[in-house]
């Protein structure tokens, strides 16, 4: 058979039966589509994700009270825990390749001014937490470098409390009364947003030791520090645990490394977008079952046409090939269809829901394309065999 006989028969026998041949490529359609769509969902809040715990940089230590892998311990070594301290946090600040370090204590109190009063969290930080969490004063400073025990009573304000109470006025020298004191306000931090559910912008920050005397607090809840780019995370990990240990006498805190986190994270919203692509699968799996049917109905209907080719010395592989070929394209066309789908509704929803991250994962594309054409080869195998091994004589006769 000539591959220009080949291809009008192949052709002709899509075109010949159109409202059959456009349902099947739908079914290829919806599955491409929901493949594309979903992972474009799923790589999007990936990379979302991964840029809000990134945003602060990611050279970034942070200790915590408290060892998280520890599998039992007396009752004694219990009551021996140390709370991580404004002094911990100063010891580590000597440490080689450390460039801040930053005490964090976080509440939550009504600050006033002229009459006006917002409740909003207060964290109490050092003068070193703009280099350490990447976030920097818009209007004026941040917090002078004090003694951490006897800082002045300084706040810097988050952008949303400075529109609520000042109204974008001048706010340099400004009092204002957080809690019980009166602290001066001596800047405005830039407009951060949100990291996941908590508002930067709706923050006042104040000196740690105060932080501690105002919710009557003993310990820091947290220790964060940046060390110089091209450090090495787990070398400096490991030096902030020795430095711990001896002032404490034992390990009695955790370390976290933003690398470790983001590898966590990255792991675990991998399998996430993973998942989606599955849902999408599933839609594909369906088209399958609809390429099945439609090709075995179509060699029913052309049995005759089988046995003709035959007669005419068509050999079983031509024939299976056709019946395969014919699938394959349904299932190509299908896939081609459903991109498009795709990439539109993930355009649209974009549009829509600006809110909602839609990042295409060409990786899965390029998958599901694949999976829809051995999908059309797949579905199309049982279906062309049967008719390669139909018997001419008995399928002339059928006819």
Known sequence: MLT??????????????????????????????????????????????????????????????????????????????????????????????????????????????????????????????????????????????????????????????????????????????????????????????????????DTVFIPVARALAMFDRESVMEIDLVYEAGGVAERLAARVRDALIARHGQQDFSITTQEDMLKVLGKVLNVLTLGVGALGGISLAVGAVGIVTIMTIAVGERTGEIGLLRALGAQRSQVLMLFLCEAVILAMVGGAAGLLLGLAGGWLTALVFPALPVQVAWGYVVLSLALAALVGLLAGVLPARKAAWMDPVEALRAE
């Open 4 to 201: 220009a006989d080949f291809a009008r028969l192949t052709s002709r026998a899509i075109t010949a039966h159109r409202l059959r041949s456009v349902l099947t490529m739908l079914g290829i359609a919806v599955g491409v589509a929901a493949v594309v769509l979903l992972t474009a969902m799923g790589e999007g809040i990936h990379r979302y994700v991964l840029g809000e715990f990134s945003q602060f940089g990611t050279n970034i230590i942070g200790v915590h009270p408290g060892k998280t892998n520890t599998l039992g311990v007396s009752v004694g070594a219990i009551s021996n825990v140390r709370p991580l301290t404004i002094e911990d946090g100063e010891a580590l600040r000597r440490l080689p390749q450390v460039e801040g370090v930053t005490g964090v204590v976080q509440g939550n109190v009504a600050v006033e001014h002229e009459g006006l009063t917002r409740r909003t969290t207060v964290l109490g930080v050092s003068a070193d937490m703009p280099e350490v969490w990447q976030f920097r004063p818009a209007i004026g400073g941040f917090l002078p470098p004090d003694d951490p025990r006897a800082a002045r009573a300084f706040t810097v304000i988050g952008a949303k409390v400075y529109e609520e109470l000042f109204a974008g006025r001048d706010v340099l020298g400004e009092w204002v009364r957080i809690g019980t004191e009166r602290y001066r306000v001596i800047g405005v931090m830039e407009h951060k947003g949100q990291l996941l559910g908590f508002d930067l912008d």
